[in-house]
């Protein structure tokens, strides 16, 4: 199982990027993805992510990214995006995607890391004001 992560860098405070991952060797599709961040010295923080569950789909953002970042993607082909626009400096972190499968996941347990199965390495994104 891989998850492999791109489209970070480094920019300045307003810009945008576009992050991709791809999901491949899952043994079924996944019930949910979604993309944390970490930053130095700071815990993995929940930033979007997307749940498929009974042909819904819904979508789930830190407060902080909402109206700025836009989450996409399927389980069909595994592949999960975040378009990050009017990105700030606190947003700077590495960014991983995730996968859950074993569980259902419920709304409120998105944010939790546990629960996730599967993760990338992450792509570093740096926002300079």
């Known amino acids: 199982v891989q998850l492999q992560a791109s489209g970070g860098g480094s920019v300045q405070a307003g810009d945008s990027l576009r992050l991709s991952c791809a999901a491949s060797?899952?043994?079924?599709?996944?019930?949910?993805m979604a993309w944390f961040r970490q930053a130095p010295g700071k815990e993995r923080e929940f930033v979007a992510g997307?749940?498929?569950?009974?042909?819904?789909?819904?979508?789930y953002y830190l407060d902080s990214v909402k109206g700025r970042f836009t989450i996409s993607g399927n389980n069909v082909d595994n592949t999960l995006y975040l378009q990050m626009n009017n990105l700030k400096p606190e947003d700077t972190a590495v960014y991983h995607c995730?996968?859950?499968?074993?569980?259902?996941?419920?709304?409120?347990?998105?944010?939790?890391?546990?629960?996730?199965?599967?993760w990338g390495q992450g792509t570093q994104v740096t926002v300079s004001s």
């Open positions: 997307m749940r498929w569950i009974n042909g819904n789909v819904g979508t």
């Open positions: 060797g899952l043994p079924f599709s996944p019930y949910a």
């Open positions: 995730g996968a859950v499968l074993r569980v259902r996941p419920i709304a409120s347990s998105m944010r939790t890391a546990s629960i996730y199965d599967y």
